[in-house]
């Protein structure tokens, strides 16, 4: 059974940038999209961008300036960077692998709660 | 960018009730389109995709309908287990998420 685990700092400064990884287990990386979503509190989710293992890579347009998203197939992981935060990036981020080929999320993370704050 | 739209916002219900959540899309998404439900605290949980297929281990109460720019969730007799928030989200580059429903207690 593959499962998807977050880590990373849990608080953030503004301005700085937020690093996420997540770690995939119970199955390789290759062959599916690796996305990254967000839940601001007591709010909807928000898709940040997505790659494949083989580094193609989608962002939403909101964002794309500030998102990168990669993959590392030799740890069977893949990771989310968002430049210059501010509180509004205060959420609770998920990892998510896609539905086959297709940009259907059926495995997550349990997501973890990052704070922008001084 | 292709946008999302759910109706209601939130629905209060009864067990056994009968749900129905509509989700919009701004263009034709054909059926590109999966429902999921979350419950606080947790990730969300894939119940259909490509709009009617019932994802492997989701209760034969749920299906899903429509193709185009109109779509369906329907939870044909609501278990306590189901109130919850559910989203729809389209499947092309750009996977946008519905708004959400919340489904709560009457």
């Known amino acids: 059974q593959v499962q998807l685990q977050e880590s990373g700092p849990g608080l953030v400064k503004p301005s700085e940038t937020l690093s996420l990884t997540c770690t995939v287990s119970?199955?390789?990386?290759?062959?599916?999209?690796w996305g990254w979503i967000r839940q601001p509190p007591g709010k909807g989710l928000e898709w940040l961008g997505y790659?494949?293992?083989?580094?193609?890579?989608n962002y939403n347009p909101s964002l794309e300036s500030r998102v990168t998203i990669s993959a590392d197939t030799s740890k069977n992981q893949f990771s989310l960077k968002v430049t210059s935060v501010t509180a509004a990036d205060t959420a609770v981020y998920y990892c998510?692998?896609?539905?086959?080929?297709?940009?259907?999320?059926?495995?997550w993370g349990q997501g973890t709660p990052v704070t922008v704050s001084s | 960018d292709i946008q999302m739209t759910q109706s209601p916002s939130s629905v209060s219900a009864s067990v056994g009730d009968r749900v129905t959540i509509t989700c919009r899309a701004s263009?034709?998404?054909?059926?590109?389109l999966a429902w999921y439900q979350q419950k606080p605290g947790k990730a969300p949980n894939l119940l259909i995709w490509?709009?009617?297929a019932l994802q492997s281990g989701v209760p034969s109460r749920f299906s899903g309908s429509g193709s185009g720019t109109n779509f369906t969730l329907t939870i044909s007799s609501l278990h306590p287990e189901d109130f919850a928030t559910y989203y729809c989200?389209?499947?092309?580059?750009?996977?946008?998420f519905g708004g959400g429903t919340k489904v709560d207690i009457k």
């Open positions: 263009q034709d998404i054909h059926n590109w």
């Open positions: 989200q389209q499947a092309g580059n750009y996977p946008f």
């Open positions: 119970g199955g390789s990386i290759i062959s599916y999209y």
């Open positions: 998510a692998r896609s539905h086959g080929g297709l940009k259907y999320w059926d495995r």
């Open positions: 790659s494949d293992f083989g580094g193609t890579t």
């Open positions: 490509s709009a009617s």
